[in-house]
């Protein structure tokens, strides 16, 4: 069976999962489509992630440099507050822009990306891959807007604007793609939306859109959403998402291999109306750069 409704959850699989990322390669590339990011982009390159790719997997880099109570363990926004509460804001910042010290390369469906039309492109993970990405375009019709850690503002500022060369700017001026890095990003300033407290104030605002920047809300208005190398198996994950596609036209897809959904993502996934289309990232990947089958998803794509 190609095509399958578990409750009011769409999934889509083998030639009409093909065709349907045909459809989306076509959207993006005529900028109808807003591809959202996750942390498992980085998977998919031949040689592994240089960074952590979960935010298990920071839980586990930040527990190394200050070992937390075994209950929060592999919770990165418990670990990441309990040692700013311990060791103070300032540790916690520079202890995250080492473990994402080393730079990440674009895989190629980075580089892609950075070559089409596209109005938005979010990125949920910190990283800097997709960043990197645009700059080798040498493109100059890019803003980056970050979300930044209210620890160090004063006044409303929930976001932080800067141009590819890493230069802050006063305002988001209407460039031709908006990169936007909702959690931040380890360059160019290190701003890391990671621990419990970075949220609270977010959180409380979030689902009046405050913290989202206006030139985000403002074109997601005639668009869908893509979500790739995401996951929703958090609660914060979860939130960020769905206020992030608050309003947007849609529809919305992601491809997302069914077999490591948990209950609570396919809750969300059905509830949000996002079509999963049941494939590996990898994969999918693969399919939108023209690389063709599975093959390139098993030995990776850089």
Not at 200 to 228: C, H, M, N, Y
Request: aromatic residues 6%.
């Amino acid at each position: 069976m190609n095509t399958m409704t578990s409750g009011h959850l769409v999934v889509i699989r083998d030639s009409f999962a093909e065709r349907q990322l045909d459809l989306l390669k076509k959207g993006l590339a005529a900028d109808q489509v807003i591809p959202y990011l996750g942390p498992g982009l980085l998977e998919i390159r031949s040689a592994g992630p240089p960074v952590p790719h979960t935010p298990e997997a920071v839980a586990a880099a930040l527990n190394k440099r200050a070992p937390a109570p075994s209950k929060i363990r592999t919770n990165m926004w418990s670990v990441a507050q309990y040692i700013e509460q311990r060791r103070h804001r300032q540790t916690l910042q520079v202890w995250m822009a080492e473990i994402f010290a080393a730079p990440v390369v674009p895989t190629i469906l980075h580089a892609w990306l950075a070559t089409l039309p596209l109005s938005v492109i979010v990125d949920s993970w910190y990283d800097g891959a997709m960043r990197a990405a645009l700059i080798q375009t040498r493109r100059t019709d890019v803003v980056e807007i970050q979300g930044v850690t209210r620890a160090h503002e004063i006044g409303d500022i929930w976001t932080k604007a800067y141009d590819l060369s890493g230069i802050l700017l006063e305002s988001a001026p209407a460039a031709k793609t908006v990169l936007y890095a909702p959690h931040g990003g380890a360059r160019p300033a290190a701003n890391f939306l990671v621990a419990d407290s970075d949220y609270v104030e977010v959180l409380s605002e979030i689902d009046i859109q405050t913290p989202i920047p206006d030139l985000v809300k403002e074109r997601r208005a005639s668009r869908g959403l893509f979500f790739l190398g995401c996951r929703f198996n958090d609660q914060m994950l979860r939130t960020y998402a769905r206020q992030i596609m608050k309003r947007s036209h849609g529809p919305h897809f992601a491809a997302i291999d069914t077999a490591q959904l948990t209950k609570n993502e396919r809750r969300f996934l059905a509830e949000r109306a996002i079509t999963v289309i049941d494939m590996p990232t990898g994969q999918a990947a693969a399919r939108l750069v023209g690389l063709g089958e599975t093959s390139h998803s098993k030995r990776g794509i850089v």
